[in-house]
């Protein structure tokens, strides 16, 4: 059955770095888009951008161009998620999320996420 | 940027219908997705491409798009239907994923 076992959470301090795991399981990896989503405490979903597998291409939310970059290692099916130059409001659970469609990077295919991580609390604090 | 409205609550006796919007420019020329996430818990897909149920969803969940709103109906809404709900599309101008601000769906 598909899996997205994230990392653990982490602790950082103000201008530092996270990065978070997602190690993908039953299914072909490179065939599906992933996507990064966050949901700060008490708040709603907020989408953070695209990466695909197959070749490590990205799409970036505008808010957070330069700050965060997506990357993998097909050896072990695992996507990347790193965030730079952290403030409190970084403060938020973090979910990787698969494409429900094969191949599908958005517009008339786009048939939402069909399989989320289990999350992965970043606490951003001095 | 795209944004997507939705009622941050919603009341519903057990039983009854409940119907949860989501509004946005042109929103029905856009494929409307909906998530169920309950506390402590990731999201869920209930409803993709404005009105499909993926397999294992009941079929009290329901869904349409059109004109600029796209809305979540839940017929006979059970106390285990209490949870948050958000509303997503594709914005092709921007290629970017929206969610709206979610709606508390509480029944009592």
């Known amino acids: 059955q598909v899996q997205l076992v994230q990392s653990g959470a982490e602790v950082k301090k103000p201008g530092a770095s996270v990065k978070v795991s997602c190690k993908a399981s039953?299914?072909?990896?490179?065939?599906?888009?992933m996507h990064w989503v966050r949901q700060a405490p008490g708040q709603g979903l907020e989408w953070m951008g695209i990466?695909?597998?197959?070749?490590?291409?990205?799409s970036y939310a505008q808010k957070f161009q330069g700050r965060v970059t997506m990357t993998r290692d097909t050896s072990t099916s695992t996507v990347y998620m790193e965030l730079s130059s952290l403030r409190s409001e970084d403060t938020a659970v973090y979910y990787c999320?698969?494409?429900?469609?094969?191949?599908?990077?958005?517009?008339?295919?786009?048939?939402?996420?069909?399989?989320w991580g289990q999350g992965t609390p970043v606490t951003v604090s001095s | 940027s795209y944004e997507l409205t939705q009622p941050p609550s919603v009341s519903v006796s057990p039983g009854q219908t409940a119907s949860i919007t989501c509004s946005g420019d042109?929103?029905?020329?856009?494929?409307a997705c909906w998530y169920q996430q309950k506390p402590g818990q990731s999201p869920m897909l209930v409803i993709y491409?404005?009105?499909k149920r993926p397999s294992g969803i009941p079929e009290r969940f329901s869904g349409s798009n059109s004109g600029n709103t796209a809305t979540l109906t839940i017929s006979g809404t059970q106390a285990m239907d209490e949870a948050d709900y958000y509303c997503?599309?594709?914005?092709?101008?921007?290629?970017?994923?929206?969610f709206g601000g979610g709606t508390q769906l509480t029944v009592l």
């Open positions: 999320a698969r494409e429900r469609e094969e191949y599908c990077s958005g517009g008339s295919c786009f048939k939402g996420f069909n399989y």
């Open positions: 039953g299914y072909t990896f490179t065939s599906y888009y």
């Open positions: 990466f695909n597998p197959s070749d490590g291409g990205t």
């Open positions: 042109k929103l029905g020329n856009k494929y």
């Open positions: 491409q404005d009105s």
């Open positions: 997503q599309a594709w914005d092709t101008s921007t290629a970017d994923v929206v």
